[in-house]
């Protein structure tokens, strides 16, 4: 019999899951007392690793003097004023502020429905059109479901949000030619900077820039969903830095805390903000119950404070460049078909004869966590703490399962 948890992302059928116990830096021991490596971060989030004692007593004393209280009009708590500022000093978007929700599908939710707004109050209610790209994530609420670039996710969920359209991943010339078609009516383009869980892929040579000066171009909001590709994974603090093209915003999540606590919010910029803004009377509907949460927003305070001290966004550059080059490795004597990535977030390309699922479980039994994407692709996506002689063996454990 399934236990009472449906789990996400599973069969409903299945009936038996790995039980994980325990965890330090980035290892794991599941419940039968096996060590594992942890190459994905939890699922592309945990920067610091696990069981840091220091953020556990952080939410703790959060908790035992107020856990939170709702900011919703005309309430704050301090923990998510001081966080907010202190992700403006991170940020690249210069005169941003930031909106607080719960993970990064309520991320891409807001950020969808913020740029439509920001053209109502400019004056251009006709401005409704938002265009993703095939391959690209975008979490599971209905906006972001509707800018799914992976078909599977988006079957049997009905009717989706109308005016969210796809163009081909890195077809540039398609995108300009939809734009100029419904200049009119465009309000956002919406894309990963690394597109992650569908299949680690970076930008071609130009494809952002490309997309910031059509933005321009047509008067369309520039949308980075960095849930995954936010706090350090590409050896800066956000994708938009390292790849020197600025948003109009920008959604995170997942790093943010390190997973510690559910967190994620937008960056709003000052082309949307001086629409929002414009008009003392305009009443903001839209928020959620945790929007801002005193206790998970301390959590995010600490875990910067970590990242920081232990110079880990450095340290992504270091991670990334034993991951890639251990990778490539593997590529050139044929144990994989090829490696692609950027900074700390990489994708093993399988070859047709190999199946990813069949050697991720493999790996499960020799220590090493890697996540099965389709049948031709492992990501790998470790926590920055990893230390380099667990890297070495999570690549040996990959090449040991795909030569089986």
């Known amino acids: 019999m399934p236990s009472a948890f449906l789990h996400p992302f599973a069969p ?9 116990v325990r ?35 952080t939410v703790a004393a959060q908790m035992a003097t107020l856990e939170t ?13 001081d966080l907010a500022a202190k992700l403006i000093t991170l940020s690249p978007m210069a005169g941003s502020r930031v909106f607080f929700c719960d993970s990064g599908s309520e991320s891409v939710d807001t950020a969808m429905k913020l740029s439509r707004l920001a053209h109502v109050q400019a004056g251009h209610p006709e401005r409704t059109v938002i265009i993703s790209r095939t391959r690209g994530y975008h979490g599971t609420n209905y906006g972001g479901t509707s800018a799914q670039g992976i078909a599977p996710n988006k079957a049997g969920y009905g009717p989706l949000v109308p005016d969210v359209v796809q163009v081909a991943s890195d077809d540039i ?48 909001h520039l949308i980075f969903d960095e849930v995954i590709t936010g706090f350090g994974r590409l050896g800066a603090w956000f994708a938009a830095e390292h ?9 995170f999540a997942k790093a943010v805390t390190s997973g510690y606590q559910p967190l994620g919010g937008v960056f709003v910029g000052r082309a949307p903000l001086a629409a929002l803004e414009s008009d ?17 927003c301390a959590a995010g305070l600490k875990n910067l404070e970590i990242m920081e001290r232990e110079d880990l966004v450095a340290r992504a550059k270091h991670v990334g460049e034993l991951l ?26 399988l070859r047709p004869d190999q199946n990813a699922t069949t050697i991720r479980d493999a790996m499960l039994r020799s220590g090493g966590i890697v ?16 230390t380099d002689e667990q890297m070495a063996r999570l690549l040996d454990i990959l090449a040991n399962a795909a030569t089986q």
């Open 12 to 20: 409903p059928s299945r009936e038996s899951f790995i039980r994980i």
């Open 23 to 57: 965890g330090e830096g980035a290892l794991l021991w599941d419940a039968d007392g096996n060590e594992l490596i942890d190459g994905m971060a939890s699922l592309w989030y945990c920067a610091i690793g696990h069981g840091r004692k220091e953020m556990a007593d």
């Open 69 to 81: 209280y709702s900011c919703f009009d005309p309430f704050t708590n301090g923990p998510a004023d």
């Open 173 to 220: 010339e398609a995108l300009a030619t939809l734009m100029k078609e419904r200049s009119a009516e465009m309000a956002a383009v919406i894309t990963e900077p690394v597109q992650g869980a569908g299949g680690v892929f970076p930008p071609t040579d130009n494809y952002l820039e490309g997309l910031r000066k059509l933005c321009d171009q047509h008067g369309a």
């Open 243 to 251: 790849y020197g093209v600025i948003p109009d915003f920008m959604t």
């Open 280 to 296: 003392p009377g305009f009443f903001l509907r839209h928020g959620y119950t945790y929007s801002g949460h005193a206790s998970v």
């Open 324 to 349: 890639g080059s251990g990778l490539r490795a593997l590529a050139a004597d044929g144990t994989i078909d090829h490696a692609r990535g950027d900074g700390a977030v990489w994708a093993a390309g």
């Open 371 to 386: 996540r099965a994407l389709n049948v031709d692709t492992l990501t790998f996506c470790p926590p920055l703490v990893i």
